[in-house]
């Protein structure tokens, strides 16, 4: 089927917000006495925020109780970090007006809760672009799981197999996969070499590397 849709996922793609989440993460983890490492939280990137907390409060034994309170304050350090030193990646503007350009619907699909994307959409300047947001935020599943692709599919009217998606994260670019869209994976430069990546249609070091020729070669 041909492509005419596009959707993005959000965190550490069009904003590199995810030293911003790891450092909300810390400071909130470290009032219950552990810290992650770099390799542990890289295992849950793209989790949605209520269940990174869960995972690691039931790895730390933390009162369950706690998970909810946890997960408000994590959120609420990011936005505020956001705001005050949140970088819009390389190449987001290009790669909007590239789709733009050619007649596609555009949408964000995201783990983060609605407030937060609304925040990063405003401080990125895509609004315009976008005919959709999708949040994973509320739903039953968050990523890995296909659900908010799709249903940022259904919001589209397009058929998940005329969508490609953009993402950073393994869980996100499963997700994508599972949802049976193309995938094209911009991996942290510290990830690039990782053999996981194989699974996605198109891996590149930066959304300004994409043109003509990649849209071609995903089709």
Aim: hydrophobic share 40%.
């Amino acid at each position: 089927m041909r492509l005419d849709t596009v959707i993005f996922d959000m965190d550490g793609l069009l904003i590199d917000s995810e030293p911003l989440w790891a450092e909300a993460a810390d400071e909130l983890f470290s009032q219950y006495g552990f810290k992650l490492s770099h390799e542990q939280y890289a295992t849950t990137t793209g989790l949605r925020t209520k269940e990174f907390v869960q995972w690691w409060f039931r790895q730390y034994l933390i009162d369950p109780r706690e998970d909810e309170k946890a997960e408000t304050r994590i959120i609420d350090l990011v936005m505020e970090k956001v705001a005050q030193r949140g970088n819009i990646m390389p190449g987001v503007h290009h790669i909007f007006e590239f789709f733009k350009q050619r007649g596609f619907k555009i949408g964000l699909a995201s783990s983060s809760p609605q407030r937060l994307i609304d925040q990063v959409v405003g401080l990125v300047g895509v609004k315009d672009y976008l005919q959709v947001t999708s949040s994973a935020g509320e739903l039953p599943y968050g990523k890995p799981h296909p659900l908010v692709y799709l249903n940022c599919a259904e919001m589209l009217k397009s058929p998940a197999t005329s969508c490609i998606a953009f993402e950073d994260s393994y869980n996100g670019m499963i997700a994508a996969k599972a949802a049976r869209m193309k995938c094209v994976v911009v991996p942290h430069h510290s990830q690039q070499k990782e053999e996981r990546w194989g699974a996605a249609d198109l891996k590149l070091t930066s959304l300004q590397n994409f043109g003509a020729l990649h849209l071609e070669l995903v089709g």
